[in-house]
């Protein structure tokens, strides 16, 4: 069996930017988040997530799934993505991996590339009971492999090797996903194309659809779990940072997510990341 968490590991961060080990983390949690909405995205690493038990839906940036016990959703890296948990007094039981890209590049091989998991475009499958216990099984085994054991390394490798190859062949016989209100889809497409413009508001918006501010607000936060001024906000720094890691100057990057004002674009992004634009370029890959 998984051992639950401890109190001090059900305080970890697990919305942080950055792995603490170069090559993947396994985790299990029943506990519910502390924050209420912790929008967030990996940077360099991807994520595997297994939903046993809970009433959330889950938001994968425009797409929105309603969860069910069996649900594996694939989330490539710098996706930005966020559980929206309806029970707040109930169990949340689910299990995940961040692996780094560079990790499933080193488990491929010529024949295997094990990367098809996150790019073939879809971001959820539905196992049946068999698959769940496959993979269930295999997570826990991957969980109770301890630093510094004996064999640490190759169990490691082959315990995710598996759940990848498995994954993979699931991804084969999955059908299609279904596509959720294509509206609200056109609208998040909207505000990420128009995301560099600081006139860019909810009244800009709602003109563009034909609807009023109030309709617009609630159709957005009932389909996406957030406002849309709090989606804004969070996609602007989201890309912020991402072009901060490629080497574009803060500036140029304030500019270019629709700060027109430098210092709130400096306050907004240390208050989301705990650190300065300047200093993302010494810690990015």
């Not at 500036?251 to 989301?272: C, H, I």
Request: net charge neutral.
């Amino acid at each position: 069996m998984t051992e639950k968490p401890t109190n001090d590991i059900e305080k970890r961060d697990l919305t942080r930017w950055y792995m603490q080990r170069e090559d993947l983390e396994a985790f299990y949690y029943e506990h519910r988040y502390i924050s209420e909405t912790p929008i967030h995205y990996h940077i360099g690493f991807n994520e595997i997530y297994l939903f046993l038990e809970g009433d959330v839906n889950y938001h994968i940036h425009k797409e929105n799934y309603k969860l069910s016990y069996g649900d594996l959703l694939l989330i490539p890296a710098g996706i930005m993505h966020w559980p929206e948990i309806h029970n707040t007094t109930g169990t949340y039981k689910r299990m995940f991996l961040w692996i780094s890209q560079k990790y499933i590049e080193k488990l491929s091989s010529e024949n295997t590339d094990l990367l098809q998991c996150f790019s073939s475009g879809k971001t959820l499958i539905h196992l049946s009971g068999k698959e769940v216990l496959k993979i269930k099984y295999l997570m826990e085994e991957l969980i109770q492999v301890k630093k510094g054991q004996f064999g640490e390394d190759v169990l490691r490798a082959s315990l995710l090797s598996q759940i990848l190859v498995h994954i993979c062949m699931f991804l084969k016989d999955s059908k299609p996903q279904v596509k959720h209100n294509s509206r609200l889809q056109t609208i998040v497409d909207y505000i990420d194309g128009e995301i560099s413009d600081s006139a860019l508001s909810i009244e800009k918006i709602a003109k563009q659809f034909y609807l009023s501010k109030s309709a617009l607000s609630r159709a957005f936060t009932k389909d996406m779990g957030i406002t849309p001024y709090r989606y804004i906000a969070k996609r602007r720094l989201h890309m912020a940072r991402q072009k901060l890691s490629q080497g574009d100057s803060p500036l140029n990057v304030s500019n270019s997510v629709g700060y027109s004002d430098y210092s709130a674009f400096y306050r907004a992004f240390v208050k989301e990341f705990g650190q300065s634009p300047a200093s993302v370029k010494d810690t990015a890959d």
